[in-house]
């Protein structure tokens, strides 16, 4: 089993960035691939990106692509997501997830373990 604490959220203005992150416990970080997922007001929870065991894949939903970066640091049992020039629809609570599936999925029903979330606002 595994806990995921997430930390980095806040308050931005659009055009600017976050990071953040999610950190794991227990020493099986490595054999999970890790998501992230967020959730604004009145919408279904949706995938944003993922990324594999050993963090040579990675996978984002269009609407980050190209502003947004998932990576991890298996030894710190950690993984992050920068974002850069947020807009006002990038507001949401993100979460982190952990899944034993071998390929990365965008599918929330393929993750085991969640975080709290850490909360995003983007100011327009």
Known sequence: ???????GGGLVQAGGSLRLSCAASGRTFGSYVMGWFRQAPGKERE???????????????????????????NAKNTVYLQMNRLKPE??????????????????????????QGTQVTVSS
């Open 90 to 115: 990038d507001t949401a609570v993100y979460y982190c997830a952990a899944s034993t599936t071998v390929v990365a999925s965008t599918s929330e029903y393929e993750y085991d373990y969640w975080g």
């Open 47 to 73: 995938f944003v990106a993922a990324i594999s065991r050993s963090g040579i894949m990675t996978y984002y939903a269009d609407s980050v692509k190209g502003r947004f970066t998932i990576s991890r640091d």
């Open 1 to 7: 089993q595994v806990q995921l604490v997430e930390s």
